[in-house]
C-alpha cells in the first residue's frame, strides 16, 4: 500500500470531519479513492497455479489520476506514444508561469483559470513562431500543465515540448537556431496581455481583486533547448498520470507529522520537509483538477487534426536529411500474468470481481457528499 494512501487513511477522517463543507466534490471523491486503492474494498482478481493450485488475489487499483500508486503502465504508453510523434528536428522546452499575485484566483477558479492559462500561453507561443519577424513558421507543440512547486506549494506552470522550427506558409520547412527559439522577452509581453484579458473577459470580479502592478511587471517565459526531445518528455511523464508528489518522496510519517524530500529548482540540492499531517494533506489536495480538466494538450503541428501534415513533414525530413522514416509503434502487448513462487510458472485467472471481498471493511468517509445536482 502507497504511503499517500496510509496518510489519507489514518488523517483523512478527521480532516473531512473538519473541512468538507468547504472541500470541492473532486477532492473528496480523490481521497475517497486513494483510501481504497488497492485495498480489498475494490475486490481484485483471483489467480490460481494450475499445477499446485495456489491461489494468490491480485486487489484493484483506484486508477484515480491523482494517485501516486497508479498510472505507471500508462505513463510508460503515454511516453511511446508521444515519441512517435517527434520529428528530426531539435527540440525546445518552453515553461510559462504566472505571477504569485494570480495564484489564489486560480486556485480558487482551477476550471478556468487554468483552461486560460492553457489558452493564453498556447497562442501566444503560436502566434509568436508564426511572426516572419522571428521563426514564420507553425511549430509543433505538446504542452503539459503542472500546479506544483517542489515543497507541494501551488504554482500553476505550463511546460511546452517544441520543435526547433516549423512548416512555413509556402510549405517548406523553417528551422530555428539551435539555441533560440523565439524571444523570451515577447513571449512574456504578449502572454502577460493575453491572460490579462481573458481574465477581465471571463472573471471580470476576479480580475478586481488582482493589483494593478501584476499587470506591468515582468512575467517569467523560459526557453531552452533538449535536443531529440525525448528526455524532456521523459521527465513530463512522470507527472502526467499523477500528481504533486510521489509515494517514494515521503520518508515517514507518525500520528501527527509527515516527512518528505524535494529537490530545491535553484540549487538542485535534495531538501526535507517536515508538516502536519493536516497541512499535508492540504497542499496535496490543492493540486486536485476539476473532473474532467484535460492536463496534456497538442497544437501546431501536434494538434491531432494534422496527424496526416505531420506525418508529411516527417517524410520530408527525413528525406532531406538522409534518415530512415521510422515504423509506427508497435501495439502495446498486454502485461504478463503473475507467477507462482512454488512453481514458477504463469498463473491462471479464476476470478474477477470489483465488490468488496469478504471481512473488507471501507475506510469511514465523514462528510463525502455527492456532487451537486443538475439545475
Known amino acids: 500500500m502507497g504511503a499517500l494512501a496510509e496518510i489519507l487513511r489514518r488523517h483523512g477522517p478527521a480532516y473531512r470531519a473538519r473541512y468538507a463543507d468547504r472541500m470541492p466534490w473532486d477532492q473528496l471523491k ?74 489564489r484566483a486560480i486556485r480558487s477558479h482551477p476550471r478556468e483559470g487554468l483552461a486560460l492559462l492553457f489558452e493564453a500561453s498556447s497562442s501566444t507561443l503560436l502566434d509568436v513562431c508564426a511572426n516572419p519577424r522571428w521563426l514564420g513558421a507553425r511549430p509543433g507543440l505538446t504542452g503539459v500543465l503542472h500546479t506544483n512547486g517542489r515543497s507541494l506549494v501551488y504554482h500553476p506552470h505550463v511546460h511546452f515540448v517544441a520543435t526547433g522550427g516549423g512548416l512555413a506558409p509556402d510549405g517548406t520547412w523553417r528551422e530555428a ?22 481574465l477581465r473577459q471571463r472573471l471580470p470580479e476576479v480580475f478586481a481583486t488582482i493589483p494593478a502592478k501584476t499587470w506591468t511587471r515582468k512575467w517569467v517565459v523560459h526557453s531552452k533547448p533538449v535536443g531529440d526531445g525525448k528526455n524532456a518528455l521523459r521527465y513530463l511523464s512522470r507527472y502526467v498520470y499523477r500528481v504533486a508528489i510521489a509515494d517514494s518522496a515521503i520518508d515517514a510519517h507518525d500520528g501527527n507529522s509527515v516527512a518528505f524530500r ?36 497538442h ?43 512454488h512453481c514458477d510458472i504463469p498463473m491462471e485467472r479464476r476470478e474477477r470481481t470489483w465488490r468488496p471481498l469478504p471481512g473488507s471493511v471501507p475506510p469511514p468517509f465523514a462528510h463525502a457528499r455527492g456532487p451537486p445536482a443538475a439545475s
Not at 508521444?82 to 518552453?94: D, F, G, T
Not at 529537490?263 to 493540486?287: D, N, S, W, Y
Request: net charge positive; with cysteine; aromatic share 8%.
Open 177 to 198: 537556431h539551435k539555441k533560440f527559439l523565439v524571444p523570451v522577452q515577447a513571449l512574456s509581453e504578449v502572454f502577460r496581455a493575453r491572460f490579462r484579458d481573458g
Open 262 to 297: 524535494y529537490r530545491e529548482t535553484q540549487t538542485k540540492k535534495v531538501r526535507r520537509m517536515k508538516l502536519p499531517a493536516p497541512e499535508f494533506i492540504r497542499r496535496f489536495l490543492q493540486h486536485v483538477l476539476p473532473a474532467g480538466f484535460v492536463k496534456v494538450r
Open 30 to 103: 480523490a481521497m475517497r479513492a486513494i483510501e481504497t486503492c488497492r485495498t480489498p474494498v475494490l475486490g481484485g482478481q483471483r489467480w490460481e497455479c494450475p499445477r499446485c493450485a495456489r491461489t494468490h488475489w491480485a486487489l484493484h487499483s483506484c486508477g484515480n489520476r491523482h494517485c501516486p500508486a497508479c498510472g505507471g503502465d500508462d505513463a510508460r504508453v503515454w511516453l511511446r506514444r508521444q515519441e512517435a510523434l517527434l520529428l528530426p528536428v531539435r527540440y525546445h522546452l518552453c515553461t510559462f508561469t504566472v505571477p504569485k499575485e494570480l495564484r
Open 299 to 341: 497544437y501546431g503541428l501536434h494538434h491531432p487534426s494534422r496527424k496526416r501534415t505531420l506525418s508529411l513533414v516527417r517524410a520530408m525530413l527525413c528525406l532531406l536529411r538522409n534518415r530512415p522514416i521510422p515504423a509506427a509503434p508497435e501495439p502495446e502487448e498486454p502485461l504478463p500474468p503473475p507467477r507462482c513462487p
